[in-house]
């Protein structure tokens, strides 16, 4: 089975100086939100932070696989998934 990998790029608001910015390559079927929380809690967040994806201009809050899915579907001619970590409320 061919492997369809995307790229996620999270600004981290509150990380340590260098980790303001990350990015991850992903095979798509790995992408749930609970990959997710375990990929913040690398960079020193954990789930009671805030995640969200960026939609055009606003920010939605990603609080379950299902809002994970949203994320996928919205992206799914780039394979890119852009997201912000924040230890406070958007």
Known sequence: MASDIWTLDLECHGA???????QREMDRDEICYFNLIEFI??????????????KRD??????SDADVMEML????????????QSKSRA
Do not use: C
Request: proline content about 0%; glycine content about 10%; aromatic content about 12%.
């Open 41 to 54: 809690e690398e960079y020193g967040f954990n789930a009671i932070d805030y995640l969200y994806h960026k």
């Open 73 to 84: 579907k919205e992206n799914e001619r780039t394979k890119k998934g852009k997201g912000v």
């Open 16 to 22: 340590a100086a260098g980790q303001e910015y990350v």
């Open 58 to 63: 606003s920010l939605v809050a990603i609080q």
